[in-house]
């Protein structure tokens, strides 16, 4: 194992890099590219029938102290200061007979991870999106961070262990090439995690209504919608904002690729160098030029597209089940009283073809919680994050404490009034994190019985069907995700960040005129002098490397 002085230096050259962590994400160990915080999947584990935790400990035993480094969520962070703060944390660690001590890095901030491991004072258990750290577990791993969990799992984590035996393939994304484990997993896997996306492009049903138009489902149709937007309604046909660029989460699936690193038949392509990313360039232009896309979303943050769509300007839009239509409709409905928003199927090119690039996340969604090297009690730990495993762990992550946020009706788990009809008028999202970690990455599977309910409006529930009815094809061109080696990683992180820039500054330029569209072949010949063919070698490996595992 190498010294602390080793250690401290590799972190403090991790620290440097992490402004590349997102970059890795996509790269590095690809969550399937454009799939998103909400989104969701299905396997066939019946978790329900999991082994049962061990008995609790005698309780005049010393409770285990452990500290735990973890983001706190924005719906948490809204109404508690530190998941201590959580009922359900709490019954958690008084179940499990441990004191679990949380350190809330600042939302968003690399640094702080880098930071912390640069220190040398590692908590017990790291929980992170370990997609978004250059070289992921593995190189934690090989540098001393964090120890293997295999023996720990097969001995101390029943929960777990069934889990991953009733479902290889979760098994297969969460083990390393060579068959190691280092992290307990945030899953979106078991008898209940039916939700596989959780996002897709949204419409104004109501002016759909009025102008007796169809949803549309090609290209072409699309077109016709918002150009009789533009004309009939004088708005915004579609709208986005800076952090969408362009290609991702809008119309590029159609054309059979995706903006970044897809696979192709087990060929990995990267799609910003595909003659097919040009066609898509030209017709988002030509949108653009019509006045049929944002003149101004160059420059949108999130808070002007809000705007823009609760004000009523704007026909369509990509957004999420819950924090889109969820929270847009009613601020619409303040002033229109009839407007509706519906989802809409993910578009292709010709009528009757089955979308696949539909936003949608793996099993594991790359959160999960590693024990470092500095855990005196790494078998204890391991117990207590098993818990939520268990049948009674995933009831009271997912739904809190029975007979207060929620009961059982007819063997189902239903929200009691306290989260949603909220007596200080909480939202119902944050009702939830104030009491129990259901709606946000956390140790444990989910259990997407608590969105049933979480989702009140029938749009909502009808959204949930429209953005899951192809999502099982996306698992066949979505990256999986793959591990790179530190080396690969390191030599990745270096070319896809220059890689990146000059691809996300050229597609802009393009799709506002700047640069003709004759453009993108100059793009092409730099991004291919920039080593992004190395890049995709890379990425084969690691693709020919995951699916030997």
């Known amino acids: 194992m190498p010294s602390q002085k080793r250690k401290s230096v590799l972190a403090l050259s991790l620290a440097l890099t992490l402004s590349l962590g997102a970059l890795s994400a996509c790269s590095g160990n690809n969550n399937g590219g454009n799939a998103n915080s909400e989104a969701s999947s299905t396997t066939n584990s019946q978790t329900n029938n999991a082994s049962k935790t061990e008995p609790s400990p005698p309780a005049d035993a010393k409770p285990v102290d452990i500290s735990m480094w973890a983001e706190l969520n924005g719906n948490a962070a809204a109404v508690v200061s530190n998941l201590n703060e959580v009922a359900a944390v709490k019954e958690w660690g008084k179940r499990t007979n441990v004191n679990f001590t949380f350190n809330h890095p600042a939302a968003g901030s690399n640094d702080a991870f880098g930071v912390m491991l640069a220190s040398g004072d590692l908590p017990d258990v790291i929980f992170q999106n370990w997609n978004w750290i250059p070289g992921g577990l593995p190189k934690m791993f090989t540098d001393g961070s964090v120890i293997k969990l295999n023996d720990l799992i097969d001995q101390y984590a029943p929960n777990l262990k069934k889990m991953l035996d009733d479902n290889p393939e979760v098994a297969k994304q969460l083990k390393a090439d060579n068959g190691d484990i280092y992290a307990i997993p945030h899953l979106r896997a078991g008898e209940h995690g039916k939700y596989k996306t959780f996002s897709g492009l949204i419409i104004r049903q109501d002016w759909l209504d009025e102008l007796h138009l169809q949803k549309p489902e090609t290209i072409a149709e699309w077109e016709n919608v918002l150009k009789t937007f533009k004309e009939k309604k004088g708005v915004t046909p579609y709208t986005l904002s800076k952090d969408q660029i362009v290609g991702y989460n809008d119309f590029l699936g159609a054309y059979g690729l995706n903006i970044d690193f897809y696979v192709d038949n087990g060929k990995v392509k990267y799609g910003s160098i595909e003659p097919a990313f040009?066609?898509?360039?030209?017709?988002?232009?030509?949108?653009?030029?019509?006045?049929?896309?944002?003149?101004?979303?160059?420059?949108?943050?999130?808070?002007?597209?809000?705007?823009?769509?609760?004000?009523?300007?704007?026909?369509?839009?990509?957004?999420?089940?819950?924090?889109?239509?969820?929270?847009?409709?009613?601020?619409l409905q303040q002033t229109e009283p009839n407007a509706k928003l519906e989802a809409v199927q993910f578009p292709v090119l010709n009528k009757g073809d089955e979308p696949s690039f539909v936003p949608r996340s793996w099993e594991w969604d790359g959160f999960g919680a590693a024990i470092s090297t500095s855990d005196k009690n790494p078998v204890e730990t391991i117990k207590a994050l098993d818990y939520l495993y268990s049948p009674e762990g995933q009831l009271l992550k997912n739904f809190g404490i029975e007979g207060e946020t929620y009961n059982m009706v007819n063997g189902e788990p239903v929200y009691t009034d306290l989260i949603l009809k909220n007596p200080d008028g909480l939202p119902i999202a944050q009702a939830m994190a104030k009491y129990f970690v259901a709606n946000y990455s956390f140790i444990g599977p989910d259990d997407d019985r608590f969105n049933d309910q979480f989702y009140q409006l029938d749009s909502q529930k009808d959204a949930v069907k429209t953005f899951s009815q192809y999502a099982d094809n996306a698992m066949k061109v979505l990256m999986p995700p793959v591990s790179l080696t530190p080396e690969e990683s390191d030599e990745v992180a270096k070319i896809m960040n220059d890689v990146t820039t000059y691809r996300n500054e050229m597609t802009i330029k393009i799709a506002l005129g700047a640069e003709p569209i004759d453009a993108f072949d100059k793009m092409v010949d730099q991004l291919k002098k920039m080593n992004i063919e190395k890049v995709i070698a890379i990425q084969q490996a690691a693709l020919d490397r995951y699916n030997s595992r």
Not at 303 to 330: C, E, L, M, N
């Open 278 to 331: 040009k066609d898509y360039l030209s017709t988002f232009k030509k949108w653009y030029d019509e006045g049929l896309i944002d003149h101004d979303f160059a420059t949108n943050d999130s808070k002007t597209k809000d705007a823009i769509i609760t004000s009523g300007k704007a026909g369509a839009f990509f957004g999420y089940i819950g924090s889109s239509i969820g929270v847009y409709t009613p601020a």
